[in-house]
C-alpha cells in the first residue's frame, strides 16, 4: 500500500514538474547531450525513509527549476502577505481622513453660509433703519443729519455670490456695517434730543398711514385713468374696502369737511406748523369743522364719491400750501399695508 502511494506521488512530481517547468525542445536536445554524470546537477533527490524497516526506501528526483520557481512563487506570496496588512491599513487610514477632511469642509461651508447671510440680513436692517432715521429727523426738523459713508472700494453683499466671498470681502462688509452702526447711533442721538424740544410738533405730524390697504398710484407722474394723458399724481391712492375706517394720522384741527369736486366727500385736518392733510372719495365723514382730533381717532369711511375709479382713499400732505409725497412722512411703511 505504502509503496502505491509514493509511487503515485512521484509520477505526480514528475507529472507537474514536466508540464509547469517544461523546458523549450532546444533545451531538451541540450540536457540530451550533456553527459550522463552532469545531468543529475538538474535535479534534487528527496529520500523518504520509513519507520518501519520492513518498508523500503522511496527516492523521489524533483527538477532543480520547480523547486527555485516554487521557492520564488512562496517568497512573493509571503511578501506579499506581511506588505498587504500594512498598505491595507495606510490606504483605510487615509480614506478615514479623506471624509473627516470633507466633513468639515462642509460644516466650515455651511458655517460660512449661514454667517454671510446673517450679515445679509445685519446689512438690510441697518439701512432700514437708516430710512427710519430719516424719516425721523424729517419729522424732528433735523436737516444737517450727518450721511454714513462708506469705504473707498467696500464690496457689499450681493445674494448672488453670497456663498462664493473670499474672508477679505466678509471683514471688509463688517468694517462698513460697524461705521454705519456707529453713525446712526449719532444720528438717533441728535434726534433724540430733538424729539425732546419739539415733543408737541411730532404729536401733530402725519407719521401714520391713515387706513390699511394697498397702495395703488404714488405721488408724482402717472397715466390718467379717466383721459389716458400724463397727469401728476399730488398724493397717494391706498385701495380698500369700501366702509373701511380711516384714522387721523396726528393730531389736529378739522378745517373743512363736505364735497370737493373731483375729491368727492373729503376732510382737511390743520396739524399746525404750516403741515395741512386731505382725505378724498370718502363714503363717510364721522367729523365736522372746528372738531379736533387726536392720532389714531377715526374721522370717515372709505367710498368712491367723485372721481374716483373705484373704493380707495386719497390722501395728500401739504407743506405750507405745497404738495409733498406723503410717504416721506410715514413711519410704517406703504408696503407694510
Known sequence: MKSRIF???RGYLDTFSSLVLRLPPFKKRAMNRLPKKNRGSLFF????????????????RIRRSFVYTGSVVVGTLALFGLLFPTYYLKVLGQGRAVD????????????QAEFESRIAAVRRQVAEFEGQARKFALMAGVEDLPEVDMAAGSPGLSMSGIFSLPMKDIEGELSVLDRKASGLLDNYKVIGKAFEKQSVQLSSTPSVIPVKGILGHGYGWRKDPFTGLRDFHAGVDIVANR???????ANGIVTK?????????TIFI????????????????DVKVGDRVKRGQVIGRVGSTGRSTGPHLHYEVLVHNQKVNPL??????????
Open 45 to 60: 533527490t528527496l529520500l523518504v525513509v520509513p519507520h518501519d524497516d520492513k518498508a523500503q526506501m522511496r527516492r523521489l
Open 328 to 337: 416721506q412722512y410715514i413711519i410704517n411703511e406703504y408696503r407694510r399695508f
Open 7 to 9: 509511487s503515485a506521488l
Open 270 to 285: 390743520s396739524h399746525g406748523n404750516g403741515i395741512t392733510t386731505r382725505y378724498g372719495h370718502l363714503n363717510d365723514m
Open 257 to 265: 369737511v363736505g364735497r370737493a369736486g373731483g375729491y368727492g366727500k
Open 243 to 249: 366702509g373701511a375706517k380711516v384714522y387721523a394720522p
Open 100 to 111: 473627516l477632511l470633507t466633513r468639515e469642509n462642509q460644516e466650515l461651508r455651511r458655517n
